[in-house]
């Protein structure tokens, strides 16, 4: 029996149309000081196959096998937390979906299994442009990076505050790219990523000191420094420490009520941390990092909605604990469900075979189709109403914050506030957006137990509902299969993309 190939962990090399292998480079060390960059004999030399389990692997020179589907999923969840603003004009959730699609095709080709820059992309384009793709690509690949060791959907850390941080989180400078927690060790981990042409040590080293946050996180955690480097082809240095840090949260500390539960060794334990079905607080991580897919869904025409059968994994498999990407063109419960399914399936019978019910669009403009399960369907809309809860609190308390919406969100008493903007300087814009998304932020945490109550019934809800009762129709049943479409899933979300749009091999001389 082969196994089901998925991002990240392989025996042996898969070959989907759209697979590549990256090669990647992980140390440890204590304090954290960045390898040296690997020579191009040494990238060209990988061949470690990256081991099973759900953490970090012991040090080496791995050669992982991936997908380019694996790469957009990322690339799709990672970055800051866009979605209040999105809530008030869901349609441009498609438009940032396709600015962090596109410009990996644009300056990414493969080359047999390598994946390299294009000819436009290494003497073609500007410095600027080249700085802008660097950090797009790194932060895609850190993502990327942490799925393969277990890792949870990751948070941006201009969004939100991790667990346990110091008052003086939100205004501190530099501070890393991302956190999340682990839900196999319940450890949270700090991520800096870094990303460009030729990545060395300068900027791995101050990715370094990003990740020392010294009294700002006075609990434990894992650093990682995650840098993408694209000369020659893409690769990966990860570098990592462990901080020796007290078992207790500090009595100073803000670690208190619900953010408590969540710190390690004061009543969170893998067994209970990162399950969706168990944990609000995992919960309501992966309904925010799929909010993009929630809000492009929802601004489609309902005629371009249809439902496509997944085969569900045993929830007790380490698959499934995993939330590997599965290909579907292999994976064998999926074949099994579509070949007792006809176009006249409904959602009930799918579910009654024991399958997932995927509502799915795709979006216009794009190569891509996207979906997600009825549960986690229920939980986006919960926490998409929770969002406009924030900012109708926002815009009352502090209206002009909210000036820079679009216009079918304010009221006419804002006009003023509108033409003062204009008036502003790019520095006082800044000084404005920032104060601003600190009020948010505030409110925020303020409302969080509501946040989590609401989006933990909307996962119980949309799971014992109906699509009929969901989004008032019952889409049609579609194979994007037959389609011409390549196929991914987790057990909550759905991602195809044409076959035709990943003729990414090129001729390198």
Known sequence: MQPPPWAGTVDTPISPPDAFDVPVFLQRSSPLVPAARPSPAEVASARQPWPKGSDIPSDGAYLVGTTWRALLDAAITVGRDISPWLTVAPRLARHEIMARRYPLSAYLVRAGREVVPSVVYSHGTESSTRTAFGYHVGMTMAEWACRNMGLGPTTHAESAVPPGAAPGWAKAPGLP????????????????????????LRPRNKGAKQLDVGALLPVPHQRVLCGTSLERRLFMMIDVESPELPEEPPLDSAVTGAEASRYPGAGSTGADRGAPERDDEALLELARSRMLTYLALTSLRQSGLRVTPVGRLDEGAPSARREPIRLLESDRATTELRRRVTPRTSGGAIRRENGLDMLMGRLPGTDLVLGMSRRLY?????????????????????????????????????????????????DEREARFTEAQEYMRGVREEQRDDRLRSVRRGFTEGDVSSWELLIDQAPPLALPDEEGFLEAATSDTYLAVEKEALELDTEVG
């Open 177 to 200: 790219d991302l956190f999340g927690t682990h839900p196999g060790t319940s450890e949270l981990w700090l991520v800096e990523a870094k990303g460009s042409r030729r990545l060395g």
């Open 378 to 426: 229920g939980a986006c809309r919960e926490l998409a109403a929770a969002e406009r809860r924030v900012l109708a609190r926002v815009q009352e308390e502090r209206p002009s914050y909210l000036a820079g919406l679009p216009r079918e969100a304010h009221h006419p008493e804002d006009a003023a506030a509108r033409r003062f903007e204009g008036w502003m300087s790019d």
